[in-house]
């Protein structure tokens, strides 16, 4: 949309008679004013005009307005300017896509953090999960009574195999923790060294769960980071474009007085 500003100047033309002076014909009157609008100021010329003239002048000055509220700046449209709630979102969902949305370099790290993140988090799950295996494997179905742990070798020690029997068909993981840690179990066992290896792989395979458990919480953390970032690199962004068009940095040099004068200063157009 465009505005015009108009600059209008009246010219006062005044002739002046003597009184009682004999008739002749009109001269020229040695008093006439036309003032004229030009560049936003007003000029005055002394002319000489025969009768009384009015003058008209017009300055039309075109300006672009943006609509209010564009891109969050008070009515004025900046280019290049991002969105910073887009920045944070896209960076909680994937990290380091909101820096590089506002051209920051740093959104590289965030998403390398989030691969090996993955990676240590598959990795660490994923053997924890073979030792636990293996370590079954090792005590063998209690039910036979060839394996390392045997519900039979059990019974034959005088225990009560029902409980563990009970315990066996309604949670594994919880069966397997008691044969490998309680020593009221001890007995099931093949060899004390055969339970020692089942423990070790019982241990190590906690330790994997639990650093992959954490490596996961970390992934969460690096999330929230990034959206924080993000939304902090977009506003820092639109703010160095906003400064950028508003502000300007100037010196100007000359000499005075027989001495070099410098003037600088900081200029905000608003």
């Known amino acids: ?20 002076a004999p008739a002749r014909a009109a001269a020229p009157s040695p008093l006439t004013l036309a003032v004229v609008t030009e560049a936003a100021a007003p000029v005055a010329a002394w002319r000489a005009e025969s009768s009384p003239r009015l003058v008209l002048a017009q300055r039309a000055i075109e300006r672009e307005w943006s609509v209010a509220g564009d891109s969050g700046t008070a009515g004025l449209h900046v280019e290049g300017l991002r969105s910073e709630l887009g920045a944070a ?5 994937l990290p380091g896509t909101g820096q590089l949305y506002v051209g920051r370099r740093s959104g590289y790290a965030f998403a390398a953090a989030e691969v090996a993140g993955w990676l240590g988090y598959l990795l660490l799950r994923g053997s924890g999960r073979e030792l636990r295996d293996d370590a079954r494997t090792l005590a063998g179905v209690p039910e036979d009574s060839a394996s390392a742990w045997s519900f039979e070798r059990w019974e034959a020690s ?6 563990v029997k009970v315990l066996y068909a309604g949670d594994r993981e919880a069966f397997f923790d008691a044969i490998g840690s309680d020593e009221r179990y001890a007995a099931g066992w093949s060899s004390p060294e055969t339970r020692r290896q089942f423990g070790d792989l019982r241990g190590r395979s906690s330790r994997r769960l639990e650093q992959a458990r954490w490596t996961g919480g970390a992934l969460w953390v ?3 980071v990034a959206a924080v970032d993000a939304l902090r690199a977009a506003r820092l962004s639109n703010l160095d474009l906003q400064l950028a068009g508003d502000v300007e940095f100037k010196a ?7 001495h070099p004068s410098l003037v600088v200063s900081l200029e905000r157009r608003f």
Not at 5 to 14: C, K, Q, R
Not at 89 to 93: D, E, G, K, R, V
Request: charged share 15%; hydrophobic share 45%.
């Open 89 to 93: 979102s896209l960076s909680a969902a």
């Open 222 to 224: 690096n999330h929230l």
């Open 252 to 258: 100007r040099g000359s000499w005075r007085r027989g």
């Open 158 to 163: 005088g225990a009560d195999a029902s409980e």
């Open 1 to 20: 949309m465009s505005r015009g500003e108009a600059l209008i100047a009246l010219g006062l033309l005044a002739t002046v008679a003597t009184v009682g």
